[in-house]
């Protein structure tokens, strides 16, 4: 280790974030990175346990605890604090595909379960990955490295998110010929369409896109499988096939006067706007405005947060988000003890920009839509909302959210955004290739394995496992790869 005490010699330093009136005025990220000798001075607050919690990625009473790539943290921390920053990229590669993704819009999992957090400020990986990876593209490190062989063999990925872009990168580095079919017309999925600039620039995305290419990964956007191209070509075509489409399915909201002008998906409305930003630098007329509009944002996890923070961009007139939960509490339970995931109440960047703007934190909990209200001409002016009571089941120990009667209230609304969650995966891909589903729709697979009924179709990501995280979508990409290499070799080294 560089500096064995330095957990107590040195206190958290995270990346600074700019000012909320300074950052709500364009689309970019806004932290600024630590200087070199800060970032080198937090990693050595690492405390190389003996027991890294951090890389475990296991589940603790259902939730993951630890970083689910197993990604080797306290190694590549102590390359850091040695300055061995070529060493510490080699490191940090051999478990994460991505770190200039992870690094940006992971909710870092390994900091939660991080053993200087049990009693004080975790480490700052995050942080010290993302200073890893760009110091790697600023040096050379992460340049284009195309496979020296070719196994001959040919494998089809549908749908660019993280986990078809995973598995594309594990096979092509085999030396597997990857073609990786995208409907939208950019390659990215929801690291492109789903997550707004200001959390992941499209620049960055595009940058590692370009290196995959020059690496020998085709990428054919505008391609929707299942419609435009039949699964039949694909089978014929290639010796293997992944779906990796996602769980595309938006959860909608059933009140009555839904079919009220000025109602919208979450994902429909973001990606509205990074569309129209890359397409034209946000022209008027071009997106889904919440300019001078009363916003309601139904949903309060990390994309109905993302909402939040593009309406204030855009010049709401105010914005209220809903949650049907009660608010979780301020700190750790007694029931909720470390390495656990710690279910305690967050604000986010977006909460905080429109409580900064407005006046006041826009949630409001244990609350709901009972009707949307429209005007004469069928446009969404309002809605009446519900209070909640929260009931836990005496067999479950779940909460029960009901109605309270008498709670009704109006209030004005000329857009809503539903950000409740999705369902699983479209029915025309699944159909077209007959893959079988479980009750949420999402792809069924063998126990433990990736692999779907139908023959050499496989399936990873969301698309397998319902929505979840980024991370958690590049470790299915990467096991998914490992069986596809293992079923067209005989064996993989992934």
Same mark, same amino acid.
């Given at each position: 280790?560089?500096?064995?005490?330095?957990?107590?010699?040195?206190?958290?330093?995270?990346?600074?974030?700019?000012?909320?009136?300074?950052?709500?005025?364009?689309?970019?990220?806004?932290?600024?990175?630590?200087?070199?000798?800060?970032?080198?001075?937090?990693?050595?607050?690492?405390?190389?346990?003996?027991?890294?919690?951090?890389?475990?990625?296991?589940?603790?009473? #259902?939730?993951?605890? #630890?970083?689910?790539?197993?990604?080797?943290?306290?190694?590549?921390?102590?390359?850091?604090?040695?300055?061995?920053?070529?060493?510490?990229?080699?490191?940090?590669?051999?478990? %994460?595909?991505?770190?200039?993704?992870?690094? /940006?819009?992971?909710?870092?999992?390994?900091?939660?379960?991080?053993?200087?957090?049990?009693?004080?400020?975790?480490?700052?990986?995050?942080?010290?990955?993302?200073?890893?990876?760009?110091?790697?593209?600023?040096?050379?490190?992460?340049?284009?490295?195309?496979?020296?062989?070719?196994?001959?063999? @040919?494998?089809?990925?549908?749908?660019?998110?993280?986990?078809?872009?995973?598995?594309?990168?594990?096979?092509?580095?085999?030396?597997?010929?990857?073609?990786?079919?995208?409907?939208?017309?950019?390659?990215?999925?929801?690291?492109?369409?789903?997550?707004? %600039?200001?959390?992941?620039?499209? @620049?960055?995305?595009?940058?590692?896109?370009?290196?995959? @290419?020059?690496?020998?990964?085709?990428?054919?956007?505008?391609?929707?499988? *299942?419609? $435009?191209?039949?699964?039949?070509?694909?089978?014929?075509?290639?010796?293997?096939?992944?779906?990796?489409?996602?769980?595309?399915?938006?959860? $909608?909201?059933?009140?009555?006067?839904?079919?009220?002008?000025?109602?919208?998906?979450?994902?429909?409305?973001?990606?509205?706007?990074?569309?129209?930003?890359?397409?034209?630098?946000? /022209?008027?007329?071009?997106?889904?405005?919440?300019?001078?509009?009363?916003?309601?944002?139904?949903?309060?996890?990390?994309?109905?947060?993302?909402?939040?923070?593009?309406?204030?961009?855009?010049?709401?007139?105010?914005?209220?988000?809903?949650?049907?939960?009660?608010?979780?509490?301020?700190?750790?339970?007694?029931?909720?003890?470390?390495?656990?995931?710690?279910?305690?109440?967050?604000?986010?960047? *977006?909460?905080?920009?429109?409580?900064?703007?407005?006046?006041?934190?826009? /949630?409001?909990?244990?609350?709901?839509?009972?009707?949307?209200?429209?005007?004469?001409?069928?446009?969404?002016? *309002?809605?009446?909302?519900?209070?909640?009571?929260?009931?836990?089941?005496? %067999?479950?120990?779940?909460?029960?959210?009901?109605?309270?009667?008498?709670?009704?209230?109006?209030?004005?609304?000329?857009?809503?955004?539903?950000?409740?969650?999705?369902?699983?995966?479209?029915?025309?891909?699944?159909?077209?290739?007959?893959?079988?589903?479980?009750?949420?729709?999402?792809?069924?697979?063998?126990?433990?394995?990736?692999?779907?009924?139908?023959?050499?179709?496989?399936?990873? *990501?969301?698309?397998?496992? #319902?929505?979840?995280?980024?991370?958690?979508?590049?470790?299915?990409?990467?096991?998914?790869?490992?069986?596809?290499?293992?079923?067209?070799?005989?064996?993989?080294?992934?």
């Amino acid at each position: 280790m560089g500096n064995p005490n330095g957990f107590m010699e040195y206190s958290r330093e995270d990346a600074p974030a700019l000012s909320v009136q300074e950052r709500i005025k364009n689309y970019k990220e806004f932290h600024t990175p630590l200087s070199e000798q800060e970032q080198k001075r937090q990693s050595e607050r690492c405390m190389n346990c003996g027991v890294p919690f951090c890389q475990s990625g296991k589940p603790i009473s #259902g939730m993951i605890s #630890g970083c689910p790539l197993n990604n080797l943290i306290p190694e590549w921390n102590d390359l850091v604090g040695l300055g061995a920053w070529e060493a510490a990229y080699n490191r940090l590669k051999l478990t %994460n595909p991505f770190p200039e993704f992870t690094s /940006r819009v992971c909710p870092a999992l390994c900091e939660k379960a991080c053993t200087c957090g049990a009693n004080g400020d975790a480490v700052t990986v995050r942080a010290n990955e993302y200073s890893i990876i760009e110091n790697a593209y600023m040096e050379g490190f992460a340049a284009a490295k195309p496979p020296k062989t070719r196994t001959g063999k @040919r494998v089809a990925v549908v749908g660019s998110g993280p986990s078809g872009l995973a598995a594309a990168e594990m096979l092509n580095r085999r030396g597997h010929s990857v073609t990786v079919y995208e409907r939208s017309d950019r390659v990215g999925g929801l690291l492109m369409y789903g997550i707004p %600039n200001m959390k992941l620039e499209k @620049r960055i995305i595009e940058r590692k896109i370009s290196i995959m @290419r020059a690496e020998g990964v085709t990428f054919i956007t505008g391609a929707d499988v *299942g419609a $435009d191209i039949t699964a039949g070509e694909l089978r014929r075509d290639f010796d293997r096939v992944i779906l990796a489409c996602g769980a595309s399915n938006p959860r $909608d909201i059933k009140a009555d006067g839904r079919d009220a002008e000025g109602i919208y998906f979450a994902v429909d409305f973001l990606k509205s706007t990074t569309k129209a930003l890359l397409d034209n630098g946000l /022209r008027e007329g071009s997106y889904i405005s919440a300019k001078g509009k009363n916003v309601i944002v139904i949903g309060g996890g990390d994309t109905g947060n993302d909402c939040v923070g593009t309406c204030v961009r855009h010049g709401a007139k105010s914005i209220l988000q809903l949650e049907m939960m009660p608010p979780l509490p301020e700190k750790r339970a007694e029931n909720n003890p470390w390495p656990e995931w710690p279910r305690v109440l967050k604000t986010d960047y *977006g909460q905080e920009e429109a409580a900064a703007v407005y006046g006041s934190d826009p /949630r409001v909990y244990q609350t709901t839509v009972k009707k949307f209200l429209k005007d004469k001409n069928g446009k969404l002016c *309002g809605a009446e909302l519900v209070e909640l009571s929260a009931e836990k089941d005496k %067999n479950t120990g779940r909460l029960n959210m009901k109605p309270i009667d008498g709670s009704e209230y109006e209030v004005p609304a000329e857009l809503v955004l539903i950000a409740a969650g999705f369902l699983g995966s479209e029915s025309y891909v699944t159909d077209s290739f007959g893959v079988n589903t479980d009750a949420r729709s999402n792809v069924a697979a063998e126990n433990g394995s990736h692999k779907t009924n139908a023959e050499n179709v496989y399936t990873a *990501g969301d698309m397998h496992i #319902g929505q979840s995280l980024v991370v958690r979508a590049i470790r299915e990409g990467i096991d998914c790869a490992r069986e596809v290499d293992e079923s067209l070799m005989g064996y993989t080294n992934l």
